[in-house]
């Protein structure tokens, strides 16, 4: 079975991938690669795709990892049905009671200031 997905290249702290297609079952640095059909830089949010050979290798059953079916879906490629569609993932604090912002109000009493004494006047004698 055929996998489209990522292939890490670049430089150390920058990677840039391309988008391959290959056998599932290789590992994606084995350099054994059918097609690659495409380019994604993720710091600049760049994606190259040969868009007919995409179609091509999704109509013959090439199962999309879920980034590159994401990639594909922001490109504008229509997915098949049977390609299973990337899930929003939604972090979930652990111990959400324990955050500042779910902890009841400091209630900060103003203290009104104090009437100063009235001067004493020296009582007339």
Known sequence: MLAI???RNGRAHLPVYRI???ESQRHPLSGRVVAEVGNY?????????DKESVEKYLKNGAQPSTRVARILKLEGI???SWVKEPTQKH?????ADKLRKNQPKEETVEEAPAEAPAEETPAEA
């Open 5 to 7: 997905r990522m292939q």
């Open 20 to 22: 391959v297609v290959q």
């Open 41 to 49: 830089n993720p710091h600049t949010k760049k994606t190259v795709l």
């Open 78 to 80: 229509k997915l098949p």
């Open 91 to 95: 972090a979930a604090a652990k111990h």
